[in-house]
């Protein structure tokens, strides 16, 4: 949970989605209700998502507007389900399927940002809030999105893919009279960066925890160099290391199909300043490129692996899986759980928050499994069933 992780207060949703009404996550295993107040599940019945959402947004900002305050607002739109408004859903009623649906959900959600944004208006700590927006991923192509609406430009590549399409996303800075206005940036800049940069634009100092981020203050600014000259991703099995222009893919998967990848392709080079649609492998072209990247893609693996294991070794930590197997549930009447472990036994409320909110998810996962089995179990049975009537 949230408040195990740092903050002070939260709400929403722990899982990828929710139905924007009734708040159950209905795509994987058992039906589960998925509303949260700082670790604590409420119930709000047929009220719209990110209404309520942005009911919590500005009353934290009222109660905190004459002091600094941090708010991490994970829009769950426009992600399937695609519930846009009915006012939105008639300016794009004549747009064909999915398309409509997926411009009411972004326009929805735009309509959404910009409530809070007058918000700080109205309070007139507009022109000193930083502001970050950036989506998390390309448009997925999802039976559930609906086969997929979005749209890359010439980019190859999907949610679920690590071509370009799949990890070049918007990402909007503001903060007047601090940062340029109406100016772009091309260079490379992640998720994990956005952390330093915040600490770096408040003149905070960061202690000497190891970050992969770095800060953008220079590139914003000054339009300087990207800070990272080499940059890793890891995905399910597939890889890709980013050394400059040079792009190394290992066991790509193309989630916009725009193309066909053969076997040779398992290891994919490009040059990004001389083709940034990623149609073309150069690895056959380029073999010491390809061996160079590699073996920094398995220093990284390495390298990352023997820190996980010292860090846990240092600090005594065992992996969670150790103290969940020596967890006891109890399911009581009415249907809570209650946990004791070791840990949870002393553990102050933040780490008992995590704790809990760990365990309800394996528990979940579990029972989500045991359905899983269940059906097929099922459908074993009536498949023989079948045969024997063909039989008899």
């Not at 979005?150 to 990402?171: D, H, N």
């Not at 203050?217 to 290391?241: G, M, R």
Request: hydrophobic share 35%; charged share 25%.
């Amino acid at each position: 949970m949230p408040n195990g992780q740092g903050f002070d207060y939260s709400f929403g949703h722990m899982v990828g989605c929710i139905d924007n009404y009734s708040h159950f996550f209905y795509w994987d295993g058992l039906n589960k209700h998925d509303l949260w107040r700082n670790g604590k599940e409420v119930w709000h019945d047929g009220k719209f998502f990110p209404d309520l959402m942005n009911e919590e947004i500005t009353s934290f900002i009222d109660k905190n507007k004459s002091k600094p305050f941090f708010v991490y607002w994970a829009l769950n739109y426009p992600h399937y389900p695609m519930q846009g408004t009915d006012k939105w859903r008639l300016k794009y009623a004549h747009l064909p399927r999915p398309r409509r649906d997926y411009a009411a959900s972004v326009s929805t959600m735009d309509e959404k940002i910009g409530e809070v944004m007058q918000k700080l208006t109205d309070l007139k700590l507009r022109e000193n809030t930083i502001i970050v927006f950036m989506s998390d991923h390309g448009h997925s192509t999802e039976e559930r999105a609906l086969g997929g609406a979005g749209f890359a430009g010439p980019y190859r590549g999907a949610k679920g893919s690590l071509f370009e399409g799949g990890l070049r996303v918007p990402a909007i800075i503001s903060w007047p009279d601090h940062v340029p206005q109406n100016e772009t940036r091309n260079q490379l800049g992640v998720g994990t960066d956005w952390f330093p940069t915040i600490a770096d634009l408040c003149g905070l100092q960061l202690g000497n925890d190891k970050l992969d981020g770095k800060s953008l203050v220079p590139v914003i600014t000054e339009n300087a160099v990207s800070p990272h000259q080499t940059f890793h991703w890891l995905f399910d099995k597939q890889w890709v290391v980013r050394q400059g222009d040079w792009k190394l893919l290992g066991n790509p998967i193309d989630k916009s199909n725009k193309g066909i990848l053969k076997g040779a392709d398992s290891l994919f080079l490009v040059n990004l300043s001389e083709d940034s649609t990623e149609m073309k492998n150069e690895a056959t072209q380029h073999p010491e490129i390809v061996s160079r990247l590699k073996q920094l893609h398995e220093n990284w693996i390495t390298k990352i692996t023997n820190e996980k294991t010292l860090t846990k070794k240092e600090s005594g930590s065992q992996p969670k899986q150790n103290w969940f197997e020596k967890s006891i549930f109890m399911l009581h009447e009415d249907h809570h759980i209650k946990f004791e472990t070791e840990v949870g036994k002393n553990a102050d409320p933040k780490e008992r928050h995590e704790l809990l909110g760990y365990q309800n998810q394996m528990l979940f996962r579990c029972m989500r499994r045991a359905a899983r089995v269940t059906l097929r179990i099922q459908q074993k049975l009536d498949g023989w069933l079948r045969s024997a009537n063909a039989m008899f």
